[in-house]
């Protein structure tokens, strides 16, 4: 039996009073896919961080190929034969993929020579791995799923033997996920050792053979994919049962909300974001939009929350008795926007003052042009006692509270408002398994209130299991509209863009 | 590294270990050339604070600090780098002495005093807004703008005072002497416990300034507006998720901030020289910026960071006076050192203090 790839000892490391990771043991065998799954802020990046040479352990030992060996930066984790794959792409945009390939690794003072070498290198390690890509095409202009592509032919190409991928497949279509997996297939077939670190169940047992349980800085279990279940994994995970399913009932949609008509969006440089997209939104339902990150959906969100440029069409609200009213940006409309760090909240002020945000100049904040603090106090104190927002301390800044705690006080504040319709973008990225609960939870009591909700997720998962209608994005396209029984094949076609009448 | 500190580290600590760090350096330099760095810190005590018209002066000097680094600190607000206080205090002052020239006759100081305010103001106010605008509505970067408004400043302050303002077959350029009834008052009530000080150009400016903080803490921490500014400040895309108009935010605040640094025409022009003459700013718009720095963009550090300038200038003078080897230009360089360390360089120390505090709380944890 030979050494495993990689073997972690009793690996420790605080930051302050935080133990990230605490006497952390792990063995991944050579040749393998090993997964690592964790929910956020269970310290599996801190891990793979402490791998790569980002940060030093406090105590513990490394062993790479059975060498017990010290990881001082991330050259010295090259030097030893590890690559990684970030979840943000370090590529430089308006490089050729050769370029980016060959940047830190040019090989002299003059680029022909390089140049050279690294185009024959690259063309075998396409050919060897199913990774083509076109060698001088412009990063910038290539699809996600290629630039992920050119990451791992950066990381190959600096002779890696361990490869790190950091949830890869979030920016990816279901297609292209596949094709990533057929990728780390032929990896593993050419004894390459992968770590595949994500929080989506599905991938681990879909790919792996090995993987490892984190929760709360410890490792919890080691088990083979082939003797585990969804279920072990997820409870294993969060520490108790978890709900994978939401419980819902049957949606009983009254009259339409929010009507959209002929929308068209054109960003700064003339692109087309959203093409002549119409719907409507009933009251006492979900409409889910479904898309690959991307592809519109951001800018249909905003033109119609009435923070985006709209270039033509109509949004229009309606009251209970079915007459358009007004449509002023959240009031009567809440909004919980897709990026809750740079939107949704400011992460500097503190969780009092992100209580008004959008709300700031209403009555119920103070009259006049001075702020009733006592006011806002009260607010933010009431909302974070009805969401169980956690610490329940207003005084925090926003930052320092978990993601999940972070979009409980966005839901919160626009909720507290009392909009009939809300619009909701990818309600639980970045938010634990526990958080994801009860806020699914939480949507469909809205829902089952009366309220006209619109959703917009690029976790497939999440519309299905939410949505009472989806409506599928391409390119700014609505391709068309399915029903939450849709099959992930049928929704997957609509997402890369093929109609149903097209693939048949 | 942006862990959180406590207040006192950020605030005090910290800013005092640069400062120190500045005046190793700066008593490095003096000893190099030759001079003892503990008489020269003695002389610029004794200059700053030794005697009255000393304090005087000293806080004559940090009344313009004061307008001028809570122009720049508004400006930050909204994360706006106003570097024109320069030109808006030189336009502010124009507006000072045009209402003491049109009013004098008429009307005692404290009748000609919210004239002054008002046209100082809105001159400052006019100066700063133009850029404000010239970024929301063209993004034609604010730094930039502001450079060349000072310098448009220049060149229009000259020409309105030699055109206009001169009196004729007189050959210093400035406009003729306030009546001595328009002239701001001197800050003869602390004659008593310093005997001296209304000899100093030191005037009722002083306190205006300190009003001044005080109107500045309630617009940024207690108005609707002073939070709008603050969310775009602080993430413009959350100012834009929450309707916050960024032509708004940014023109006003500029124009605030403008303002602020205009009022400081009231302390050379009303207070201390009582005529409109050339350079009125004479360099506090730049020195505003590192007290903003220094200050933390709030009003009372921004007071403790601008006493520490007036107190380098007034000091600084004495020092050159009393040690004719360290020239005037060696205490520029003593105040450069301070800006370096104490301004740009802010955050020097504090990756090894935030590592030195999660240390001791692991070994109080």
């Known amino acids: 039996m030979t050494a495993p790839a990689i073997q972690l000892q009793g690996i420790s490391k605080s930051f302050g009073s935080v133990h990230a990771n605490r006497d952390i043991d792990l063995t991944v065998e050579k040749g393998t896919i090993h997964g690592i799954i964790g929910e956020n802020g269970a310290g599996k990046s801190t891990l793979m961080s402490i791998l790569y040479g980002f940060y030093q352990a406090d105590r513990g030992t490394i062993a790479v190929d059975g060498t017990q060996v010290t990881i001082r930066d991330s050259d010295a984790a090259i030097g030893l034969g590890i690559g990684m794959v970030h979840q943000h792409f370090m590529l430089v945009e308006p490089f050729t993929v050769l370029e980016n390939v060959m940047l830190g690794a040019e090989g002299g003072a003059l680029l022909n020579k390089g140049r050279a070498e690294a185009r024959q290198e690259l063309q075998r390690l396409e050919k060897e791995y199913e990774l083509n890509v076109d060698p001088d095409a412009i990063v910038g202009d290539l699809p996600v799923g290629l630039q992920q592509r050119v990451e791992i032919l950066k990381a190959l190409y600096r002779g890696a033997e361990i490869l790190i991928l950091d949830e890869p497949t979030g920016v990816l279509t279901p297609d292209e996920a596949d094709h990533l997996f057929r990728i780390l297939g032929q990896l593993r077939a050419q004894g390459k050792t992968v770590l595949l670190i994500t929080h989506k169940l599905r991938e681990i047992m879909a790919i792996t053979d090995d993987v490892s349980v984190m929760r709360q800085g410890q490792m919890v279990a080691t088990r083979h994919t082939a003797d585990t279940s969804v279920e072990e994994l997820a409870e294993l995970m969060v520490g108790r049962r978890v709900l994978l399913q939401v419980d819902k009932g049957a949606a009983t949609p009254g009259k339409v909300k929010l009507e959209v008509r002929n929308l068209e969006v054109v960003d700064d440089i003339g692109v087309r974001r959203v093409k002549d997209a119409s719907f409507q939104v009933r009251a006492g339902e979900i409409v889910g939009i479904a898309g690959v990150s991307g592809n519109g959906q951001s800018e249909l969100l905003e033109a119609i929350a009435g923070i985006g440029p709209i270039a033509s069409g109509e949004v229009e609200l309606f009251d209970i008795s079915g007459e358009p009213t007004g449509w002023r940006p959240r009031h009567g409309l809440g909004h919980v926007p897709e990026d809750r760090h740079r939107m949704g909240l400011v992460t500097k002020f503190t969780a009092r003052e992100n209580t008004i945000l959008g709300y700031q100049r209403d009555a119920e904040f103070g009259s006049g042009m001075f702020l009733d603090r006592k006011a806002v106090l009260e607010a933010s104190k009431a909302q974070m006692e009805r969401f169980d927002v956690r610490p329940p301390d207003p005084s925090l800044k926003a930052a320092n509270f978990s993601g999940g705690n972070q979009q409980k006080i966005v839901l919160a504040r626009e909720i507290e408002q009392d909009p009939d319709v809300l619009l909701i973008g990818q309600p639980t990225r970045g938010v634990d398994v526990g958080a994801i609960e009860s806020i699914h939870r939480r949507l469909i009591e809205l829902r089952d209130a009366g309220k006209a909700i619109l959703l917009v997720s690029v976790e497939l998962d999440e519309i299905r299991a939410l949505s009472d209608r989806i409506l599928v994005m391409f390119a700014g396209e609505i391709m068309g509209e399915v029903g939450p029984e849709a099959s992930e094949r049928e929704i997957g076609l609509l997402m890369s863009g093929v109609r149903a009448e097209d693939a048949a | ?365």
């Not at chain 2, 313009?64 to 024109?84: E, M, P, Y």
């Not at chain 2, 100012?239 to 023109?251: C, D, K, L, Q």
Request: net charge neutral.
């Open chain 2, 1 to 365: 590294m942006n862990k959180d500190l406590p207040g006192w580290v950020d605030f005090g600590l910290l800013p005092l270990l640069n400062l120190l760090t500045a005046f190793l350096v700066a008593g490095i330099v003096v000893l190099a050339i030759g001079e003892n760095p503990l008489e020269a810190v003695r002389h610029i005590l004794y200059g700053a604070f030794g005697y009255g018209n000393g304090v005087g002066y000293t806080l004559f000097y940090t009344t313009n600090f004061i307008f001028t680094g809570l122009a720049v600190a508004v400006a930050f607000h909204a994360s706006q780098f106003n570097i024109g206080g320069e030109g808006q205090a030189y336009l502010g002052g124009l507006g000072v002495g045009l209402a003491c020239l049109m009013l004098d006759q008429y009307l005692p100081w404290w009748g000609i005093l919210p004239v002054a305010i008002l046209l100082g103001a809105s001159f400052g106010a006019i100066w700063g807004a133009i850029p404000g605008i010239l970024y929301a509505k063209r993004g034609a970067h604010v730094v930039i703008t502001t450079i060349m408004f000072n310098f448009i400043s220049f060149s229009l302050m000259n020409y309105i005072i030699n055109e206009y303002l001169k009196m004729p077959g007189n050959a210093s350029v400035q406009s003729r002497t306030f009546e001595q009834s328009a002239w701001m008052p001197k800050l003869t009530w602390l004659e008593g416990v310093m005997p001296g000080i209304s000899t100093s150009p030191a005037n009722l400016s002083f306190v205006i300034a300190l009003i001044a903080c005080v109107f500045v803490y309630i617009l940024i921490w207690r108005t609707k507006f002073g939070y709008e500014v603050r969310v775009y400040g602080a993430s413009p895309s959350a100012a834009r998720y929450a309707g916050i108009s960024t032509t708004r935010v940014v023109v006003l605040t500029m124009a605030i901030s403008g303002g602020l640094a205009g009022l400081m025409g009231l302390n050379p022009v009303m207070g201390d020289q009582t005529r409109i003459f050339l350079d009125i700013p004479q360099q506090a718009g730049f020195v505003g910026i590192a007290v903003a720095l220094m200050g933390r963009s709030h009003p009372l550090w921004i007071v403790f960071a601008a006493l520490l300038f007036g107190t380098l200038y007034q000091g600084g003078a004495e020092l050159a006076f009393e040690m004719p080897s360290i020239t005037r230009d060696m205490v520029v360089v003593i105040q450069g050192l301070v800006i370096l360390f104490a301004g740009a360089m802010e955050f020097m120390f504090r990756p090894w203090v935030a590592r030195a505090f999660s240390m001791r709380e692991q070994e109080n944890g």
